[in-house]
């Protein structure tokens, strides 16, 4: 589609200027008059070139991704524009001036052509699946359905603010742990390929007699260096043949299960997960999406093929007529403390509620965890580190003793 770059004036008498997509110029004008800018001039640009005469493949080459801090700013201004009475063609068209990130003020450029095309802005938003999930989607369609617009945009800024709260917390706790371990694969290189062959000369020189952990150490230190290349071959071929597997159907679920088994990780894993699951199903139906579609949706969202495989049976039994209680039960993922909420939500019509409950539950619960995380993964370090000490100084010293009891006897 081509490109047209404008000049303006706002309600305010403001000069305005910016670029839109479009079909010709006449769409241009209609589209600035809607969002109460009026055109004062209008020229096609060509739509080979953008950014400073950069061709249009370069900027698709090194087009900035849009994270989820930009579509959480995004939802945040929307509904704060939309709360303030500003109809939404104005709204995403001052976005579109005001946003930095150049893959995003693209992707509101094509909004605003679908919109004043007479497209639904769900139905826009789906043409951009990288940047707008299946959830976020839905949750704008119920909200242009029900007249809640706003408050979708409120729901999905919330939301995503928690995911990736969420994220940035287990990277924090990871980060101490992958830095000793950094250092103990250093430090055994080093120890392997530089260390441990001096000291093997100076034995064999002084024909010292080696204890079997010293003895231990120089062929495994041979064996690093003989077979180093083989080595590093052989673990990159491991890497790729699991990427490869995790790929596969088969492999994805595999992994996706395992992955609740992992040993401390796994505990925190499952309940971020619940909590996900917990939280778009109470969002979707405090929006007004049926438990059916909010199932579907939210088997979407939860990034693990074994825990949406379950939702999506949860789905099929409600379909059939069975309650979510009784889905929940025969899926066997969720705790007794949770199906007796999710019972009394039932009986009582506030599923939403206590939904939105069992999240918060296990959000505190994953804080617990995530806060714990690393005084958990320390004792197992430093024990680790500790052997490994051990090990090496017992090795290279009980020779070197070896060597002085021999010069004093001497």
């Keep these: 589609m081509p490109q047209f770059a404008y000049r303006g004036r706002n309600s305010r008498g403001d000069l305005v200027a910016g670029r839109l997509e479009a079909a010709d110029s006449g769409a241009v004008a209609d589209q600035l008059l809607s969002t109460g800018i009026t055109p004062v001039q209008i020229d096609a640009t060509a739509s ?3 950014n400073g005469g950069a061709p249009i493949w370069w900027r698709l080459l090194t087009a900035p991704e ?11 201004q929307m509904y704060t524009l939309l709360r303030s009475g500003v109809p939404i ?6 976005l ?52 809640t617009l706003a408050e979708s945009f409120d729901r999905m800024f ?14 924090t706790a990871l980060r101490y742990p992958i830095i000793v371990m950094t250092a103990i694969v250093v430090a055994i290189a080093i120890v392997n390929f530089a260390v441990i062959p001096v000291f093997a000369k100076i034995f064999a020189a002084n024909k010292v007699p080696l204890p079997v952990l010293t003895r231990v150490l120089i062929a495994s230190s041979n ?24 790929r596969t159907e088969g492999g994805r679920y595999a992994w996706a299960r395992s992955k609740l088994s992992l040993p401390i990780a796994g505990e925190i894993i499952t309940k971020a997960t619940l909590s996900r699951l917990t939280r778009s199903l109470a969002v979707a139906m405090q929006s007004g999406v049926p438990i059916v579609q909010g199932l579907t949706v939210v088997a979407d969202v939860v990034d693990n093929v074994y825990i949406a495989q379950r939702i999506e049976q949860m789905r099929d039994g409600v379909e059939r007529g069975e309650s979510l209680l009784r889905t929940a039960v025969a899926v066997g993922i969720f705790t007794p403390v949770v199906l007796q909420m999710i019972a009394v939500g039932e009986e009582t019509g506030e599923l939403d509620e206590l939904l939105a409950e ?15 995380l690393s005084a958990n993964i320390e004792p197992m370090l430093t024990v680790a580190m500790g052997v490994m000490v051990l090990m ?15 010069m004093l006897g001497r």
């Excluded at 063609?89 to 001052?94: V, Y």
């Excluded at 930095?100 to 769900?122: C, M, P, Y």
């Excluded at 290349?229 to 052989?234: D, I």
């Design 358 to 372: 069992v999240a918060r539950m296990y959000e505190r619960e994953v804080d617990y965890e995530i806060r714990n």
């Design 48 to 50: 080979e070139e953008g």
């Design 89 to 94: 063609l104005r709204a995403l068209a001052g």
């Design 392 to 406: 090496l100084a017992l090795g290279v010293f009980l020779p070197i003793w070896g060597m002085g009891k021999v």
């Design 158 to 171: 919330h939301h995503i603010e928690f995911e990736r709260d969420v994220r940035e917390r287990i990277k």
């Design 223 to 246: 064996f690093f260096l003989g077979y180093w290349p083989l080595m590093l071959a052989a673990l990159i071929a491991l890497v790729a043949g699991l990427r490869a597997y995790v």
């Design 96 to 147: 579109q001036e005001s946003v930095r990130n150049a893959t995003l003020k693209d992707v509101i450029a094509d909004l605003l052509v679908n919109l004043d095309a007479g497209r639904e802005l769900s139905t826009a938003m789906r043409r951009h699946p990288k940047v707008f999930s299946n959830y976020y989607v839905s949750i704008v369609r119920v909200g242009e359905t029900t007249g």
């Design 66 to 76: 849009v994270g989820d801090l930009d579509v959480m700013l995004f939802s945040r």
